[in-house]
């Protein structure tokens, strides 16, 4: 280890409290310091190169050194380096995108509300909800379902909304105001088919709206494909069940977009891959591809006129963040929707679906591996659970080992999920696939 990395591992292990991880180990062990990233590739301090097959956290779809997007926060920091947009303030870069967001998403979407990240935006969607049950004089219809093993962010609400034990262990929540339906998550080795099993779903859905009372249940909030959870793609005609129900009983429907978004599942938005007209649309991550922090949520026309009607009779829609819509923010996210465009960064995901799917398939001939699952260009695959071990304990093990061959991917209980950067080329699939191939070879043995 030189000594600069040496250093750098001293100091953030003294003084950096990291998110998602085990504080206690970080502290004994140290953290990996990624120093400079270029294309799929980012590179430590100790100049090993990984292929980030994560795209960092789902989120890098042009890759890491996109040059465009380092010119547009450069000639933006010079022309105006930040600016807000309350009390009837705005700067171009925020207008430009609110514009190009809503021109690219699914009709209907006309409006846009920015903060920084994927939590503050579904937190906004939810409270924006809820003004809006006020505005129309229903005030008991406040209750939100979302999903077990959704994922939705950490601050208080959407950690509410999230699924997962996890993040909900020690901190007292979920908040009760928040109901979670079943996983949508059909395993061909369950016994049932395919359609059985979403009927299991929607019936679980009308049986909990009916215990809570329809009229109680303001949204339902939904990511089209659930990333965090394990990548799991709905089964066949969930969702259009799902939207039957929540028609029958006036209850909007938020799509969680932040990671499915700009591209990911081979169209634009998920919501046209699934055929689903949402009320509320949510975004970050492939929107700027990270390079800075920002996300967006969109409203239809009919969520949003009782908003406005109600912020025009108490004289101000009373939420906001200093750094929404920021002006470097908006201007990277503009010019990453451009090269998006132009590279035509979609259709190469389109068009990589199948390879990805294929190579993902060929390790179902191995016993060890119990289910595969993609769409577009984000999959996972499992392992059957070994009982020596416990639960997550391979997978855990294999991440680890990737790394060590160069490949960044991620461990989700049983799963390795991947989510390579949108650029990701044929060739660079195979490589991904031959590490993963190898790895399975020794590691396994
Ligand atoms: N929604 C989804 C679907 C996500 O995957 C994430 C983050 O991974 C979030 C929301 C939260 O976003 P952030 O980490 O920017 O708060």
Same mark, same amino acid.
């Given at each position: 280890m030189n000594s600069s990395t040496a250093r750098l591992r001293r100091l953030d292990g003294d003084h950096h409290f990291h998110p998602y991880t085990d504080a206690r180990a970080v502290e004994r062990n140290g953290a990996l310091p990624i120093v400079r990233g270029e294309g799929i590739y980012v590179i430590d301090s100790e100049g090993k190169r990984y292929i980030e097959g994560m795209a960092g956290l789902w989120s890098v779809a042009v890759g890491f050194s996109e040059p465009r997007l380092i010119q547009a926060a450069n000639k933006q920091m010079e022309a105006l380096p930040y600016y807000h947009s309350f009390s009837g303030m705005t700067h171009p870069s925020v207008t430009e995108l609110s514009e190009k967001l809503v021109s690219i998403s699914p009709s209907g979407l006309s409006k846009v509300f920015f903060t920084n990240s994927g939590s503050e935006a579904n937190d906004t969607a939810i409270k924006m909800v809820w003004y809006r049950a006020n505005a129309l004089g229903m005030p008991n219809k406040k209750k939100i379902i979302a999903r077990k093993n959704a994922y939705h962010g950490v601050t208080a609400m959407s950690a509410s909304l999230t699924g997962l034990s996890k993040n909900h262990m020690a901190f007292d929540l979920p908040f009760p105001i928040v109901q979670h339906a079943m996983t949508p998550h059909y395993r061909?080795?369950?016994? *049932?088919?395919?359609?059985?099993?979403?009927? +299991?779903?929607?019936? &679980?859905?009308?049986?909990? @709206?009916?215990?809570? /009372?329809?009229?109680?249940?303001?949204?339902?909030?939904?990511?089209?494909?659930?990333?965090?959870?394990?990548?799991?793609?709905?089964?066949?005609?969930?969702?259009?069940?799902?939207?039957?129900?929540?028609?029958?009983?006036?209850?909007?429907?938020?799509?969680?977009?932040?990671?499915?978004?700009?591209?990911?599942?081979?169209?634009?938005?998920?919501?046209?891959?699934?055929?689903?007209?949402?009320?509320?649309?949510?975004?970050?991550?492939?929107?700027?591809?990270?390079?800075?922090?920002?996300?967006? *949520?969109?409203?239809?026309?009919?969520?949003? +006129?009782?908003?406005? &009607?109600?912020?025009?009779? @108490?004289?101000?829609? /009373?939420?906001?963040?200093?750094?929404g819509g920021h002006p470097v923010a908006a201007a990277v996210a503009l010019e990453n929707i451009r090269i998006i465009e132009q590279e035509d960064l979609v259709g190469n995901s389109r068009r990589l679906a199948s390879v990805f799917r294929a190579h993902l398939e060929a390790l179902t001939t191995r016993p060890e591996i119990r289910e595969v699952r993609a769409v577009g260009l984000i999959g996972a695959f499992e392992f059957h659970p070994d009982p020596r071990t416990g639960p997550g304990a391979i997978a855990a093990a294999f991440r680890a080992n990737l790394l060590e061959r160069g490949l960044i991917a991620r461990n989700i209980g049983d799963s390795i999920a991947l989510c390579p950067p949108l650029i990701v080329t044929e060739t660079e699939l195979d490589g991904i696939f031959e590490i993963i191939r190898n790895a399975l070879d020794e590691f396994l043995a």
């Open positions: 061909a080795d369950s016994g *049932v088919s395919e359609q059985e099993f979403t009927h +299991q779903c929607l019936v &679980d859905l009308e049986v909990l @709206i009916q215990r809570e /009372g329809p009229d109680t249940i303001a949204a339902f909030i939904g990511e089209p494909v659930m990333g965090a959870g394990g990548v799991l793609p709905p089964p066949l005609g969930y969702w259009e069940g799902v939207q039957r129900i929540l028609r029958v009983h006036d209850i909007l429907l938020i799509a969680d977009e932040v990671i499915t978004g700009f591209g990911r599942t081979g169209s634009m938005f998920a919501c046209t891959t699934y055929n689903i007209q949402p009320d509320i649309l949510v975004l970050s991550k492939q929107l700027s591809s990270s390079y800075q922090p920002i996300a967006a *949520v969109l409203l239809t026309a009919s969520v949003f +006129q009782p908003i406005a &009607d109600k912020s025009a009779e @108490i004289g101000v829609f /009373g939420h906001g963040f200093t750094a």
